[in-house]
């Protein structure tokens, strides 16, 4: 397997950690979404809506989508539950995690850190709603240790790909304590270094 | 089952479709998000996000997200493919359709169509990101009858449920030949009237 990604991205650091987990072998190609590599001809034949990371499997055939590149590699492991209904609200968390947490948590990170934008020039928008989401995980999380049951699921290291680097698009995760202890949690059993 | 859903939304419709298509039991629920519907303490009891559909299972317990109902409504059923690969490729096309499609497609027709903003008024990134979802779209079909494998998947159930309505938003349909007949395909088999 051959995993297309850009280290800078959570969304391809989230497969990598998957792949890792679960002893799956695999080549990183980098791409440096900065530079155009998404936008290739190589690349968009493997995946024309020109976005990382994708995989191609050992037969050549291409997966796109973070989320569903991880349902796929997942499949028939611990990360997914048996119980349809934990299995349920693990999906549910993956959908909700790219139409409301990743659109503003990671675009605020992204043009902070990457297009050098004051945190003060951030849109209202992309700050409020980056808020919403960070409230609505500390407020899941209260006591538990997982967000889906008693277990490392794939909504976890969704979750946490982003949420873990809210900090460089100007969010004060101190405010979450619930979401710091979480995230602590879930480095761990993947064995990553805390975010710098 | 009770599905609380606004009938003006795709993304509830969606929920319907896929139970109707089904067989299986259900109350609607209406939920009148304009009037600020999904905003009750008891509505954020059940999702916590604030978005509609949500369903509601026999034994109380809730799921949010669209395109995570209609995969536990599905399960086992013949809307999700057997073979894995086929299954990502459903799975890859449910999480565009949240990022890439959603965001713009739906999101110009709520501003026209409920808010009567007039369509030259549209932030013109809606116009051109939603211009790029439905070419996707029409590259991908082509001549083929459905998204994924030869067969009718929640795939096309979720994306035919705003791209039928895109011109609401000042999309011209017409342009896009492919995407035409597979509407009214997956309408046909779904037993829908063609969308006004």
Known sequence: MRIFGDS???NCLKVKWTADYLSLPYDWIEVDIRKGGSRTP????MNP???VPVVLLDDGRPIAQSNAILLHLARGSQ????DPYDQAKMLEWLFWEQYSHEPYIAVARFQVLYLGKPVADLEPRLVERGTAALACLENAL???RFL???TLTLADI???AYT????HGGFDLADYPAVCRWIRQVEQLLRLEPAA
């Open 148 to 150: 889906v049951a008693d």
């Open 8 to 10: 800078i991205s959570g």
């Open 79 to 82: 990360l997914i539950p048996d």
């Open 164 to 167: 873990r680097m809210a900090h």
């Open 49 to 51: 809506a020109g976005q």
């Open 42 to 45: 190589a690349f968009l034949a």
């Open 158 to 160: 969704a979750l946490i």
């Open 142 to 144: 209260g006591d538990r």
